[in-house]
C-alpha cells in the first residue's frame, strides 16, 4: 500500500533549522508531484512547497528564502530544508504526493510530524 513517512521534526528555536524527510513507498515516485503542507491549531492546512516530477518548485510567500524543498528518485524521498524558522512556523508538517489521472487527482498524505519552534 501506498505510504508517506515523515520525520525530521522537533523542537527548535528561533533562528535555527530542521530538514524534514518523507520516504515515500508504493508508489511510483517519480511521476508524481511532491509537497509539503502545514496546519497551525485552528487554521487551515496551507501548501508550504511543491516540486514537481520535472524539478520545478514553488513556494508560499511565508517560507521564500528560507525554506528549500528538494527531491531524491533514487532514494523515493522528498526534502524541506528550514533555515532561519520563527515562531509563525510551528505547525504539523505532512507530506504530500499528487498527480492526474483521466479519472481526477490522486492525492496521497503523510501522517504529520511536529514542528515547534519556541525559545
Known amino acids: 500500500q501506498v505510504q508517506l513517512v515523515e520525520s525530521g521534526g522537533g523542537l527548535v528555536q528561533p533562528g535555527g533549522s530542521l530538514r524534514l524527510s518523507c520516504a515515500a513507498s508504493g508508489i511510483a515516485f517519480t511521476i508524481y508531484h511532491m509537497g509539503w503542507y502545514r496546519q497551525a491549531p485552528g487554521k487551515q492546512r496551507e501548501l508550504v512547497a511543491g516540486v514537481t516530477t520535472g524539478g520545478s518548485t514553488n513556494y508560499a510567500d511565508s517560507v521564500k528564502g528560507r525554506f528549500t524543498i528538494s527531491r531524491d528518485a533514487a532514494k523515493a524521498t522528498v526534502y524541506l530544508q528550514m533555515n532561519s524558522l520563527k515562531p509563525e512556523d510551528t505547525a504539523v508538517y505532512y507530506c504530500?504526493?499528487?498527480?492526474?489521472?483521466?479519472?481526477?487527482?490522486?492525492?496521497?498524505w503523510g501522517q504529520g510530524t511536529q514542528v515547534t519552534v519556541s525559545s
Open positions: 504530500n504526493a499528487a498527480r492526474g489521472t483521466d479519472r481526477g487527482y490522486l492525492n496521497y
